[in-house]
């Protein structure tokens, strides 16, 4: 029989401190809502003597969600732990997340005290937290760092308190898998009363190694593992929770473990994650990057039409992604252009193939991105409308009330075409001004804007997505001015369409 791994979210605490990220309440409750209904275990809620809002977020937090337990943090203060104890009064499961440094550089540097202080302070911390609630996790915070057989007393002394979890941070991201699956196994080897607590591991990726020394730790007995959405987290994140929870039951049999989380639904929450924190993640971030199902070599889309496990071990539909993408460049082969082609509806003999197929890698290479009226312009096929198109006049008035008008004129396979646009902010008007000219039925998934170099003058970049009876396709602008960039933008994702 496979153990649970109980899946520790601190999206809402450790992923909020990204600087730009920080939520407000409402959209805190809607994050917890999707990650309730995504099924992780505990939801740390966030830091609540840090700021009223926090408090309040997790006051709020605890009366909208019922499953998971809800986690409030603290130091090992009182004062700290009484504010816990009192936000988590609507949980309907609750705990206490203390802690305090057990390094040798913390102890020194950060608390100027001894080993002995420290112990005293934990013990007196896990035993008054556990005296307002019945489930206390305690952080034994650069556990990564730490001296053995301190870290060992550390867990021992927490326990007989009343720790009912134990958290061995990496907190500075330090460890190889080895090294901290060694210190795991070493608390569960020789912490006499290890059996009365879990053991959790909460890993950060400075050196890129959260999700493997995550893995190593669970290998070693620990059963819970702090994770974040999209990894994100301070400094440079948290362990990924849709690459821990993937690589469990990708290993299921090899592993043995398992977890309550819906994996159908990591794409969209990845997604809620990236539009509320208008934190962009990596085209080639595992599981929920764009690319993550992207093939553009000749070999490996040959090998995925032929049979899709050739070169994916995990099916796209398994995280909720719409499906595996067949990348048309310079470097595909004629079965990825046969696809393509047959997909439009044209079937095409062997030696009709071939003289297309040369005709397509002249144009590949002049070319970065191919969509369906490239395709059929090779075929000497008519486009549909809004296949070449291209802006040439684009002006956009806003007001005080938030009220724009954009007025654009866009050549469209040669001829051209003029609309006015109203809408609610310069993006919205010139998006209603294109849908007049070329409509798609299209719905915006995703906009997004990143700098180059930084500056006033700087040149925006825009990502978006469109989709369309659960086809989705992407579209690139890049201009000093970021709305004329985003009707760039715009124009070619729906012309993919």
Known sequence: MEDKVYVFDTTLRDGEQVPGCQLNTVEKIEVAKALEELGVDIIEAGFPISSPGDFQSVVEISKAVSKPRICALTRSVEKDIDCAAEALQYAKLGRIHTGIGVSDMHIKYKFKTSHENILERAAKAARYARNLIDDVEFYCEDAGRANLDFLAKMVETVIANGATVVNIPDTTGYCTPDQYGAKIKFLKDNVPNIDKAIISVHCHNDLGLATANTIAGLQNGARQMEVTINGIGERAGNTSLE?????????????????????????????????????????????????????????????????????????????????????????????????????????????ELDEVYKKFLHLADEKKDFNDEDILALLGKEGTEGGNVEIKEFSVNCSSEQHSVCKIAIEVNGELKRAEGEGNGPLDATINAIRKIISRGDRLEEYLVQTVTGGSDDYGKVHIQVSKDGIYHYGFGADTDVIYASAQAYLEAISKL
């Open 243 to 351: 690459e821990a929870v993937m690589i469990l039951k990708a290993h299921h049999e090899g592993l043995g473990m398992h977890t309550d989380v819906d994996s159908t639904k990591l794409y969209g929450m990845s997604r809620m994650i990236t539009r509320l924190m208008s934190m962009p993640v990596q085209p080639n971030k595992a599981i929920v990057g764009r690319n993550a199902f992207a093939h553009s070599s000749g070999i490996h889309q040959d090998g995925v039409l032929k049979h899709r496990e050739n070169y994916e071990i995990i099916d796209p539909k398994d995280v909720g992604y719409p499906d595996s993408s067949i990348i048309l460049t310079a470097r595909s082969g004629r079965a990825a252009l046969k696809h393509h082609v047959e997909r439009l509806g044209v079937n095409l003999d062997q030696d």
